[in-house]
């Protein structure tokens, strides 16, 4: 079983530009979630979805937004890029059964991003 | 809100070492506390958790128990490897706005040195 992938792998971006980070959970996770790691820091929590509603959303700006498809797969677009979005984004998902997140994340290996 | 608050690194040992590493909480409720372990290069991987007060985690050799009363999940392991070297992540996960919102640490390095 696939577990969950992220593309692409790399990405180099000029400042003011837009950029789309895609995911696709493990089979039967509803749940995705998105989180961004600045070199040599923990992950930071972005967005969550369920069955393609937000359900919750860090403190991050407007600029980053995010959709779940009916399949489950998600998308992370951040707007306006700044050099500070600079980051590691990862895509987590989860087996969410009445709101409860079951056995923890799983999480791919993520999308480097790289402003210039 | 929620914080979990770990040992900064590096830590650095020698093969077949014992290993902490310290890890605390503060949460409201009775969150689910995890450890998490990244290799260079890679996604986080869930190295093991636990549910409820009292509640031991176990995987690879690794163990971490959940004490509610000193609100801590120190990582510990007996020997370690030269390939136990990596960046281990504590994290909890807690209800906040009708979610499950998972709130990480800030990562201690490990090096293992043969």
């Known amino acids: 079983d696939a577990g969950v992938t992220q593309s692409p792998t790399h990405l180099i971006k000029t400042r003011g530009q837009q950029v789309t980070l895609r995911c696709s959970p493990i089979?039967?996770?509803?749940?995705v979630s998105w989180y961004q790691q600045v070199l040599g820091q923990g992950p930071q929590f972005i967005f969550q979805?369920?069955?393609?509603?937000?359900?919750g959303r860090g403190n991050f700006p407007d600029r980053f937004s995010a959709r779940q498809f009916p399949n489950y797969s998600s998308e992370l677009n951040v707007n306006a890029l700044l050099l500070g979005d600079s980051a590691l984004y990862l895509c987590?998902?989860?087996?969410?059964?009445?709101?409860?997140?079951?056995?923890?994340?799983?999480f791919g290996s993520g999308t480097r991003l790289t402003v210039v | 809100g929620d914080s979990v608050t770990q040992m900064e690194g590096p830590v650095t040992l020698s093969e077949e070492a014992f290993l902490t590493i310290n890890c605390t909480y503060t949460?409201?409720?009775?969150?689910?506390l995890f450890w998490y372990v990244q290799y260079p290069g890679e996604g986080l991987q869930l190295l093991l958790k636990?549910?409820?007060?009292?509640d031991k985690g176990s995987n690879k050799g690794f163990e971490a128990t959940y004490r509610k009363e000193t609100t801590s999940f120190h990582l510990e392991k007996g020997s370690v490897q030269v390939s136990d070297s990596a960046v281990y992540f504590c994290?909890?996960?807690?209800?906040?706005?009708?979610?499950?919102?998972?709130?990480f640490g800030i990562g201690t390095k490990l090096q293992v040195i043969p």
């Open positions: 994290a909890l996960s807690a209800s906040s706005g009708g979610y499950q919102k998972v709130t």
């Open positions: 949460a409201t409720g009775y969150p689910s």
């Open positions: 979805y369920y069955e393609k509603e937000e359900r």
């Open positions: 987590a998902s989860s087996l969410a059964l009445k709101g409860q997140e079951v056995d923890g994340y799983t």
């Open positions: 636990a549910t409820k007060a009292d």
């Open positions: 089979s039967g996770h509803k749940s």
